[in-house]
């Protein structure tokens, strides 16, 4: 059986293709959407004796950034694409 998890090496190889001097951030919850800052990574054993890789945000108060970029949301398909509504004229004081 094959894993659906995200593995260290596949983190790595698409890292890898990213600016190297860009801040990493989490996006977290796609019920309400919020980035976060990355603090710490910790390697152990789960239950089964297996290794896992945590990437965990940090104890600061400004650990979490806010709400996450819309487009951001998007890319992740946490959100779909929303379009302004089409702008009407605008009515003068005498409504014309």
Do not use: K
Not at 71 to 77: D, F, G, M, N, Q
């Amino acid at each position: 059986m094959e894993s659906s998890e995200m593995t260290v090496g596949d983190v790595i190889d698409l890292l890898s293709a990213c600016d190297r001097t860009a801040p990493l951030r989490l996006a977290m919850n796609p019920f309400f959407p919020m980035a976060h800052r990355p603090a710490q990574i910790v390697e152990c054993r789960d239950e089964t004796g297996r290794p896992v890789v945590y990437l965990a945000e940090g104890r600061d108060t400004d650990s979490q950034l806010g709400h996450l970029l819309p487009e951001v949301a998007v890319a992740l398909t946490w959100q779909v694409p929303v379009q302004a509504p089409p702008r009407r004229p605008r009515r003068t004081a005498r409504g014309q």
